[in-house]
Nanobody
Framework: QLQFVESGGGLVQPGGSLRLSCAAS????????IGWLRQAPGKEREGVSC????????NYADSVKGRFTISRDNAKNTVYLQMNNLKPDDTGLYYC???????????????????WGQGTQVTVSS
């Protein structure tokens, strides 16, 4: 069973950038598609982006397309989320998770992902 440690969050002004990292422990990291999800107060959990086990296939929520880029380094057991042109609506707790189902292969529905860790907080505010 993989365990994740997310990092890289913080307070940033609108228009700024952050790079999140999701480091996994375990020898089967490259077996799994991984997703980044976020939870904001008063909002439903949202699948932000997800990436196939090889890194070839990526998907993004419409709200982040063109601004966020997901990538992975299987040699380092790490998935990244580069976030540019951040907006206040991007504020939330970001966490990564293993994809356990494929209800929609063109998206990252939160229900398709397993349990999550402590996450990393992203706050976009002036």
């Amino acid at each position: 069973q993989l365990q994740f440690v997310e990092s890289g969050g913080g307070l940033v002004q609108p228009g700024g950038s952050l790079r999140l990292s999701c480091a996994a422990s375990g020898s089967t990291f490259d077996y799994y598609a991984i997703g980044w999800l976020r939870q904001a107060p008063g909002k439903e959990r949202e699948g932000v982006s997800c990436i196939s086990n090889s890194g070839v296939i990526t998907n993004y929520a419409d709200s982040v397309k063109g601004r966020f880029t997901i990538s992975r380094d299987n040699a380092k057991n790490t998935v990244y989320l580069q976030m540019n042109n951040l907006k206040p609506d991007d504020t939330g707790l970001y966490y990564c998770s293993i994809r356990t189902a494929y209800s929609n292969i063109l998206a990252c529905p939160p229900g398709d992902f397993g349990s999550w860790g402590q996450g990393t907080q992203v706050t976009v505010s002036s």
